[in-house]
């Protein structure tokens, strides 16, 4: 009844329910079974509404009167890129775990290059650690290639969603990419785009599409997507995340 009780403080104040409900978009039925505790909002759904009312997910586990106090920031490994941020990262709506990804090649629109994730928390940081399973040259110019390459990055809360800052750590490229929560009301994927820093080049994109889904808890699911990693065409993908990943346009 915790969530309950908090929802009926926030909205002490809101002249109108209804209007509520249609400003964050949430059925008013079942916006009264959260009030009476009987349903739990989805990740997407409680989203919106901590987003409406300045809170976070803790409304689920602690009442607002007895919330706990942030921890004191903790210093940072020397070495390491950290972003300060004042916004705590809401682990409920992206919880720890492995994910696996969709990304649209940027040097063959055509293909895209689905790879495997494990978002963690340490220190106060949420983490990632992602890994491409493609033959990719490690020093441009060079004969050397890696089956897979694997990259290191941050995750940063934002309003609408979260930041990922990632490098590879065989060259001084980085990966910028933007996810938001949802993709076409499945709560388990998330779409964005993906920017990387190097100089322009004619036969290859610095910005492309990306598609993330956090996979259950259970050996076979990853099991299966990790059988399914590698170079893949863009006609065979499921086609709410072909369509996520041809919208962004070529030549960028």
């Known amino acids: 009844m915790i969530l309950g009780d908090n929802l009926r403080q926030l909205c002490s104040d809101t002249p109108s329910v209804s209007e509520l409900c249609r400003k964050i978009g949430v059925n008013r039925t079942q916006f009264n079974r959260y009030l009476t505790g009987t349903a739990f909002p989805r990740p997407d759904v409680l989203f919106r509404i901590c987003s409406h009312f300045g809170v976070d997910a803790n409304i689920l586990l602690h009442r607002l009167s007895d919330s706990p106090a942030p921890k004191p920031a903790e210093t940072a490994p020397a070495g390491r890129l950290v972003i300060d941020t004042q916004r705590p990262f809401d682990h409920y709506l992206l919880p720890d775990g492995i994910y696996r990804y969709w990304r649209r090649s940027f040097r063959q629109p055509e293909l895209a290059y689905c790879g495997m994730a494990l978002i963690y928390s340490k220190a106060g940081e949420k983490l990632w650690k992602g890994y491409d399973i493609h033959d990719v040259a490690i020093r441009p110019g060079t004969k050397r290639y890696a089956r897979s390459s694997c990259y290191d990055g941050q995750l940063i809360q934002q309003f609408d969603g979260f930041a990922l800052m990632s490098r590879t750590p065989y060259n001084d490229q980085m990966n910028v990419t933007y996810f938001e929560y949802g993709l076409d009301a499945l709560p388990d994927y998330f779409s964005g785009i993906s920017f ?57």
């Open 196 to 252: 990387i820093t190097r100089r322009r080049l004619s036969e290859a994109n610095r910005l492309t599409a990306i598609v993330m889904q956090r996979l259950a808890d259970t050996c076979s699911v990853r099991l299966e997507a990790a059988r399914g990693c590698g170079t893949q065409a863009l006609d065979t993908l499921l086609p709410y995340v072909r369509t996520a990943l041809e919208r962004v346009p070529d030549r960028l």
